[in-house]
C-alpha cells in the first residue's frame, strides 16, 4: 500500500511538471511568487525576489487576509506577495533583490498579531 501511494505521488508530481502546473518563479512570470528568502525584523518584512534590474515593490501587490486568531485574541494574517509587473529588464542579478515592506506603513498592520507567508521559499538557491 505504501509503495503504491509513493508511485501515485510520483507521477502526479512528474506530470504537474510536464503540464507546466507550477509556481510562477522568475522576473518575467506574473502571479504568486516563490520568494529566494524571507525575513520579518523591525517592523517590516524583507522578502527577496527574482530581478532583471526592473523590480520594485510596485512591481508586488501583497495581499493581506486576516485568519482566525491565534493565542487568545490576537489576530493572525496571512501575506501573499503577488508579482503584477513583469520585469523584462536583462541586468544580471542571480542574486535577486530585496523588497522591504513596512508592516504598519505598508500593510496596515499595527498592535499584537501573528503572521505567516503564503508564498513558497526556495532556500539556498537565488532566484534566476
Do not use: W
Not at 501515485?8 to 511568487?33: N, Y
Amino acid at each position: 500500500m505504501k509503495g503504491t501511494v509513493c508511485v501515485l505521488a510520483m507521477i502526479l508530481v512528474f506530470a504537474g511538471a510536464c503540464f507546466g502546473l507550477s509556481f510562477p518563479d522568475g522576473q518575467r512570470q506574473l502571479g504568486e511568487a516563490v520568494l529566494g528568502s524571507l525575513t520579518v525584523k523591525d517592523g517590516a518584512v524583507v522578502v527577496n525576489v527574482a530581478s532583471g534590474g526592473c523590480t520594485a515593490r510596485e512591481s508586488f501587490k501583497v495581499h493581506v487576509e486576516k485568519s482566525g486568531g491565534a493565542e487568545g485574541d490576537i489576530p493572525h494574517y496571512v501575506l501573499t506577495f503577488e508579482r503584477i509587473a513583469a520585469d523584462d529588464c536583462k541586468a544580471f542579478l542571480p542574486e535577486g533583490v530585496d523588497l522591504v515592506f513596512d508592516l504598519e506603513k505598508d500593510l496596515g498592520l499595527s498592535g499584537r498579531y501573528t503572521l505567516s507567508v503564503a508564498n513558497r521559499v526556495r532556500p539556498g538557491k537565488k532566484p534566476q
